[in-house]
């Protein structure tokens, strides 16, 4: 599942490196990590995240590292705000950072990103259509079905839902996800499917699988099974490549950019 063979970079540990979900014609994806960088502290090393407290000049560089691996890419990314908005990105907005936790476009050429630290990053691609969208789950946006709207958004855009596939990344896993159990509730009560996808903690407590809630959702919208895939570990346990907010102190910490676009081939 986790296709690091595929990664030319993978063979080099100083380069950052990406699971890629799938090997597409034209198709540039992955989910980022956080090894490979220059970033320090709790930012180490490959934060791309220029706004949360990182030295400017270790982000830029990261960049520079993530621009050579990808030359021909745009970046584009909204302010996360953990709603269920979903952008429609246009070539004339692609430079715009508007509030949304969803992108979707038809422009090839451009990198729709989202950065996360134990939130459930999900990425989608029409492979016929050469449609794609980059999602960002974390619990606030999994109880509003951000996953529903995203493959709204892909459909809205022509997008098929029979061929339409969907990838979610390393994010804090049902081992490391204890919530309060109101939360829990919360849930069965918005989704009663979810109840399958938590177990008991503490008292009080409960531990919640977000990557299952947002596949089953998914499901529930049409996703086949066989075109749903979870890729990569939890963040909590794997912190050594992955960036965890839940794993350090204080709950500082860089974040990983996953990211998808179609290459430009005029
Ligand atoms: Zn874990």
């Given at each position: 599942?986790?296709?690091?063979?595929?990664?030319?970079?993978?063979?080099?540990?100083?380069?950052?490196?990406?699971?890629?979900?799938?090997?597409?014609?034209?198709?540039?994806?992955?989910?980022?990590?956080?090894?490979?960088?220059?970033?320090?502290?709790?930012?180490?090393?490959?934060?791309?995240?220029?706004?949360?407290?990182?030295?400017?000049?270790?982000?830029?560089?990261?960049?520079?590292?993530?621009?050579?691996?990808?030359?021909?890419?745009?970046?584009v990314r909204s302010?996360?705000?953990?709603?269920?908005?979903v952008r429609k990105i246009?070539?004339?907005?692609?430079?715009?950072?508007?509030?949304a936790d969803g992108m979707v476009t038809?422009?090839?050429?451009l990198?729709l990103c989202v950065?996360?630290?134990?939130?459930?990053?999900?990425?989608?691609?029409?492979?016929?259509?050469?449609?794609v969208g980059a999602l960002?789950?974390?619990?606030?946006?999994?109880?509003?079905?951000?996953?529903?709207?995203g493959?709204?958004a892909?459909?809205?855009?022509?997008?098929?839902?029979?061929?339409?596939?969907?990838?979610?990344?390393?994010?804090?896993?049902?081992?490391?996800?204890?919530?309060?159990?109101?939360?829990?509730?919360?849930?069965?009560?918005?989704?009663?499917?979810?109840?399958?996808?938590?177990?008991?903690?503490?008292?009080?407590?409960?531990?919640?699988?977000?990557?299952?809630?947002?596949?089953?959702?998914?499901?529930?919208?049409?996703?086949?099974?066989?075109?749903?895939?979870?890729?990569?570990?939890?963040?909590?346990?794997?912190?050594?490549?992955?960036?965890?907010?839940?794993?350090?102190?204080?709950?500082?910490?860089?974040?990983?950019?996953?990211?998808i676009?179609?290459?430009?081939?005029?």
């Open positions: 599942m986790n296709d690091l063979g595929s990664n030319p970079a993978a063979a080099h540990p100083e380069q950052p490196q990406f699971l890629t979900p799938w090997m597409l014609p034209g198709l540039r994806c992955g989910f980022g990590g956080r090894l490979g960088g220059v970033s320090a502290g709790p930012f180490a090393s490959f934060n791309l995240a220029g706004w949360i407290g990182d030295d400017p000049s270790a982000v830029a560089e990261n960049w520079r590292r993530w621009q050579m691996m990808y030359p021909t890419m745009a970046a302010n996360q705000v953990h709603g269920a908005r246009t070539r004339a907005d692609a430079a715009s950072v508007e509030d038809a422009v090839a050429g990198a950065y996360t630290a134990d939130c459930v990053p999900i990425l989608m691609v029409d492979p016929e259509r050469r449609l960002h789950a974390g619990w606030r946006g999994t109880l509003r079905n951000i996953a529903a709207a493959v709204a892909m459909v809205r855009l022509g997008a098929r839902r029979e061929t339409l596939r969907v990838a979610l990344g390393p994010a804090i896993g049902r081992c490391c996800f204890e919530v309060d159990h109101e939360l829990v509730d919360d849930f069965a009560r918005a989704f009663p499917a979810s109840a399958r996808h938590s177990r008991a903690g503490k008292p009080g407590k409960a531990y919640l699988d977000l990557r299952a809630i947002n596949c089953a959702q998914l499901s529930a919208e049409g996703i086949a099974r066989q075109n749903l895939m979870q890729v990569g570990p939890c963040t909590r346990c794997a912190n050594a490549q992955f960036f965890s907010r839940r794993a350090v102190p204080g709950g500082t910490s860089g974040l990983q950019m996953s990211f676009g179609f290459v430009d081939e005029d």
